[in-house]
């Protein structure tokens, strides 16, 4: 049980939760307001359908929002061979959509892609140049908008994509074409079939912005496409990019259709979107572990109990086990990876997803210094998420982050200056976890006026600090344990 003193740090704590929140309201800082709309799942990530400029709408929410905001803008068949936007919204990605099929890449197209961009940049602060994926058909609007917009373009992945309306829908080559789309595409153009066929419109024609701006492109084709037949469309794009001086990679598919679209393993097209969207691999430390410890796995009749942590956790782990014996079987996921890091979640869902667990005591906090605490903030709500979706009759405590000290040339020790980052760690987390209401377990006001407790190196503890976590943590798990036995 927690003292009295402990529960007054806690109302400090929360109070300055709550001046923090009001003061920055004060302040005026800018929020994005949530998508409108319909939710559902896309792939397991937040999908919001809604209406914007009389079009329909689609945007996917990754998890974890990289720095910067990037996101892909998808042209056409969204859903469709969806394993590029998948890797990318794992990445932290947004995925975007609007509906223009219709318009086929026409100044009406590029009007509406305009407004939208402008409402995703300005109103919801994603990156100002997003990459621009467009498959089939999504060629024409993509190419188009990116000539008008150079200035706001990352880069352009085009999968068998139409480069000529006269290739598809006209038919006016090898293609058979499509007779009822291309009298749309001719209507929408407002053009009779002879000035469609002089006119220089198309993205073939229009490729001297996108070099002048050096916009990288790659396009995935299939070598034996007859509904967009390649020669009509990237051969002739890809020859006169490179005339222009431009960037362009085009991967083949021997003996490929028009079906299917992007590429099984959709490893070369994100590796393309990612190195030019400024984005960046997750940021690793010098050595990164994984220990993962269940005991009596194969056993049943009592409670199993999880504790996840770094290596402060690990350290008082033997003593908690030893405490509950008889009354929990336990184990532990301790890791060096911050929840930031998407492979964090790799790690946790394996064990979550192996083991159905009574009680689950949580933190995460000392390691991914190379995260800004926004990125943190952003990350905290998938750990809650992927707690409960995993194991949703487990009971949470969550634990605060312990402070760092200082032990130099013999003088006293004294808080190191990431201690402060670690207040800052668990106000946001305890922000979420209240609003959750979650137990909490204050590890941090146990242990920061006893600087006697921590080893020499001022992150980890030693015999006495260890005995009184461990303590304060089998405390905290035993009247969840009677809470959860209680069929409350």
Partial sequence: MRTAEHRNVFGILLSAILLSLSTVAEAGAPECPPFAGTRSSFHSFDRYDFTYADRACIVVVPRTVAPGKPWIWRARFFGHEPQTDVALLERGFHVAYIDVAALFGAPQAVAIWDQFHAYLTQVHGFAPKPALEGMSRGGLIIYNWAAQNPDKVACIYADAPVCDFKSWPGGKGAGPGSAGDWDQCLEVYGMTEAQALAAKCNPIDRLQPLARADIPLLHVVGDADEVVPVAENTAILEQRYTALGGSIRVIHKPGIGHHPHSLEDPTPIVQFVVSHTGTTEPIRER??????????????????????????????????EKALEGQANCARLTTSRCICDPVFFDELEMVLRQYAFDVIHFNNGLHGWGYTEAQYRAAFPRLLETLRRENPNAKLIWTTTTPVWVRANGDSPRLDGKTQRVRERNQIALEFVRQANLAVDDLYALVIDHPEYFSSDGVHFNNEGKTAQTRQVAEAIVAHLAHSTSGS
């Fill in 287 to 320: 050595i990164e572990w994984c220990d993962i410890w269940i005991t009596n796995a194969e056993k049943h009749g009592l409670p199993r109990v999880l504790l996840i942590g770094d290596s402060i956790t690990r350290g008082y782990f033997s003593g908690v």
